[in-house]
């Protein structure tokens, strides 16, 4: 055994650890290693608090590894040290028990103020429904007298041949949706966070705002946004497959254009009513149908049909696919309790439900023969 | 008891093991369960390992590399279920099997044939959670923490093996658990007082009650779970009346005093290990035990601060906050106590030393982005990110897996009488301590920068820190090779070693002779005063 050579490794040990440590207040100093400060007042005391606690650690740290090392370097064997044989010192420990409970002490006064910031929810401008689905979420505005104004679903738009590196990665790869939600500058925002199958988050970290999803509750949370822009996160709690593939995009807006975009949402809202009523022809109801089936359905049933068994049945060469047309529309409007599967009725207008049942009895060899219109769609939910 | 040494004759004390599987299969020896459990979580190691470098090399770049995240989810959950229950928690047992009877001058454990039952249990629940992965409709992808209603009405068919085989985990810790409480409180040599005991003794004996306290718990979740899925209960469903969060708060009920269950046996370890290397007794053995037995209390009083996004209302998540931030007070006198053993000492540094340093200083870092996690404003901003995921690495590999290894290195020239090979070994040492440091240093960054825990691919601004990740995590993985080389070389052919392997090493077990003979302490030892300062 070696105990008696000096050992030459350990020498190294002192630098090594202070390179870490220099490393860890790295942290605290570089802008791009660090917590974003974000734009609300919210974030920005959230970073504050950060950036306390984190130099509290940083100095903590110093004091005890350097004790640490003085003595690795000074009280080793191999230098002649003798050991000293004290085991307490009562006065030192008393003085290692009082001082780190008084910087908690000090540390919780401002936790305790920025918490109680944010849980005041009271008198909101505007309020927005945020719903989670497997994988997707969903955007209501509410009303003045919290009737749905309209909603809309805001879905990962980078293309799979982005995530198969088939090409090149666009700047925002996996942080951007077809339709990010938008809320005007200024306004104390209220959103109401809920779920529909499991538990996602909602995080946008620039708002210094994450809260879960929960099917069965709704959670409230709100931000004031000053500056307007584009803020990007994702969803924080794993719900399955494509956990990775739902970001939450937020756009923030003057309120003139805000207010234009509003009214141009309720006005489209009335359109998508009148396609209600009308008749389509079987090339329409393909390219539509095409459409809504590679936004809702392909995570799941995937682009070509097969699914992912057998959890998530195919739909080539499904009974229900090319059996009853009736039960199929069936299927899909009322989904399967208890599965993956959800009730489309409540998410899609009749006219996409419609193009979407014919383009699967169309597709990948189904070939039912026959036509679905909205008004079938209408019959289904009627008789239910 | 006294039957069984009765049974086993007066002339003969000597008498060997078994010969051949027999012994393996039928043994009652608290050396031979010890050398089962801890070869059977260092395979654990190696599987959870290799599960690990999967997850790594998918996010080496962003894009797919090799998997779907439908099979990403199972690598990551089963990662994590494996290390946790396959090779940390048996390890700490197997070390317990070893030590705690000849520390405490016992014969053997309280309880020799449950002893064997609990061990022999743990290979068909592993045997069963792996099969899973091969099972149509694949195995376990709901996190290790396995949040219904992802785990229920969401998951795959699997799942009910899963059940089954958390069942008998818990059945084997429990039985584990009972055994080292009995053995602790009844087999002591005569004139031992609880407060001489060596401080791994007290760390294990406190441990056992947590594991008696909350495994209970932990069946009782998954049985919850089993009667949502195929028995039309609702208790997590919230369309039939019941509650999803009703399942974190029984989870970390459970989850919370697990992660000290993992954790307290390794500051054992590490303060059986400090004083020897500095020839200095352990400063402030009282205040150790006290500040461990605070740990234990406080690990039940702090669960939901794992669920400080859930939307509890503000009272709640205030007397989280506080009960969390206590934490700290306990853990820092540990850690002051370390350092003060370690001042005016005469250190040297043999590979269990530099082990146990390591451990001090990253648990500490582990320790500090826990303080962090703990300030409620600032978890919404950590929670569910890869600033997470540093922290419970830090405090689990360079915190629990090196106080193992630490342990593996220390008590090796007892446990077979020979020496490891110190150069390879610290070497071992440098290349676990830099690697360890360079996969899960980065995490913290992408973690503040925003990436999310638990996904297959990311945004191109976490590229970087995510290829260092991935090149210390193969390093890592490829430097406990070598750990395995040099155990299984010292056991085959290691120089001899003396019966007190360590200059300064101080307890009973290092006045047993080397090779240890097969039963060790038929008859008590006598407890000295000089013998158990440590
Ligand atoms: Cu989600
Ligand atoms: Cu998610």
Redesign the interface.
Known sequence: ???NKP?K??RR?PF??GA?LV??SG?ALAD?????PGVTT??Q??FE??TI??WI?VV??II??G??FW??IH????SG?????????TR??IL??IV??VI?IV??FP??K???Q??DTSSPDMIVEVRGY?WKWQYKYLDENRNPAFSFFSILSTPIE????EVP?G?????EVDEPLRIPVNKKVQFL?TSE???H?W?V?DF?????A????M?DIWAIVPTPGVYR?????????????MPVVVQAMEQDDFDAWYAERVEAQKERAALESMSFTADELMTQGEAVYTKYCASCHQANGQG????FPALAGSPIATGDRDEHIARVVDGV????MQAFGSQLSKAELAAVVHFERHSWGNNAGDLTQPVDVANVMAGN | MSEVVDSHGHDDHDHGPDKGLARWLFTTNHKDIGTLYLWFSFAMFLIGGVLALGIRAELFEPGRQFFEPEFFNQLTTNHGLIMVFGAIMPAFVGLANWLVPMMIGAPDMALPRMNNLSFWILPFAFGMIISTLFMEGGGPNFGWTFYAPLSTTYAPPSTTYFIFAVHMMGASSIMGSINIIATILNMRAPGMTLMQMPLFVWTWLITAYLLLAVMPVLAGVVTMMLFDIHFGTSFFNAAGGGDPVMFQHIFWFFGHPEVYIMILPAFGVVSQIIPTFARKPLFGYDSMVYAVASIAFLSFIVWAHHMFTVGLPLAGQLFFMYATMLIAIPTGVKVFNWTATMWKGAMTFETPMLFAIAFVILFTIGGFSGLMLAITPADYQYQETYFVVAHFHYVLVPGAAFSIIAAVYYWLPKWCGRMYDERLGKLHFWLSFIAVNVTFFPQHFSGLAGMPRRIPDYAVQFADFNMMSSIGAFAFGLSQVLFLYIVVQAIRAGKPAPARAWEGAHGLEWTLPSPLPYHTFTHPPKVTAAEMHS
Not at chain 1, 214 to 217: E, F, K, S, Y
Not at chain 1, 233 to 245: A, N, R, S, V
Not at chain 1, 308 to 311: E, I, N, Q, R
Not at chain 1, 337 to 340: I, K, L, P, W
Request: aromatic share 8%.
């Open positions: 055994m070696s105990v050992c490794g350990i040990l090594a650890l870490l490393l860890w942290v791009e290693l660090n917590m974003r919210i974030s005391s959230i608090l950060h606690v984190l650690c903590i740290g005890v590894f004790a640490m003595s690795i009280h080793r064997k191999s040290h003798k050991p000293a044989q004290f085991h307490e010192n030192l420990e290692w028990t780190p409970t908690l540390m919780a936790s305790t920025t918490l109680v944010m849980y497997q982005e995530r198969h590196n990665k700047e925002h790869y996996l942080l966070v199958d499991v538990i988050s995080w970290p210094g705002l994450k809260r879960d929960i099917p069965g509750t959670n996160g994702q969803c924080t709690e794993l719900c399955g497959k494509d956990h990775g593939f992912v068994p057998p959890v309790a208890g599965t993956a």
